[in-house]
């Protein structure tokens, strides 16, 4: 079961951080030029909404199956964790800044929302949303990402 999530998690991700890059880059774009905000910008922001939370879902089943994650093992001391850079990648810094991306995606979007105009949406989904793309990529395992 392990293998068959780790698998759909690293190749989810790839939506995720395209989904995500285009609803940034949407957003950014058409606040600086003001456009007018459409259905096209919802449909983009709330996909970009609905991928990030499935990968989180997915992300914390792996979290309590994957023998990278030792929090669980009896034996291991959390400065054990700590001082292993790897370790503390999987077991720390991840999903931690994966929980803080969904959460300003999720923010972002809901503050979108409550705004009349196009200008105000664009700006609270720029900024939320760019925020949690660069948390995103910080924390990417890339040397396990690409080798799944």
Do not use: C
């Not at 759909?8 to 995500?20: D, N, R």
């Not at 999903?95 to 609270?124: E, Q, R």
């Amino acid at each position: 079961m392990y293998e068959a999530l780790k698998i759909v998690h690293s190749s989810w991700a790839y939506l995720v951080v395209l989904i995500v890059a285009l609803a940034t880059i949407n957003a950014l774009v058409k606040y600086i030029t003001k456009k007018e905000y459409g259905p096209k910008d919802f449909r983009i922001s709330l996909f970009a909404l609905i991928v990030t939370h499935l990968q989180l879902l997915i992300g914390i089943v792996i979290f309590f199956i994957s023998p990278k994650v030792v929090w669980f093992t009896d034996g291991i001391a959390t400065a054990e964790i700590m001082k292993d850079p790897l370790l503390r990648l999987y077991n720390v810094e991840h999903p931690t800044v994966m929980i803080a991306m969904v959460a300003f995606i999720t923010i972002g979007y809901s503050k979108h929302k409550k705004k009349l105009t196009s200008t105000p949406k664009f700006k609270m989904l720029a900024i939320f949303y760019t925020i949690a793309f660069i948390l995103m990529l910080s924390r990417i395992p890339w040397s396990q990402w690409i080798n799944f």
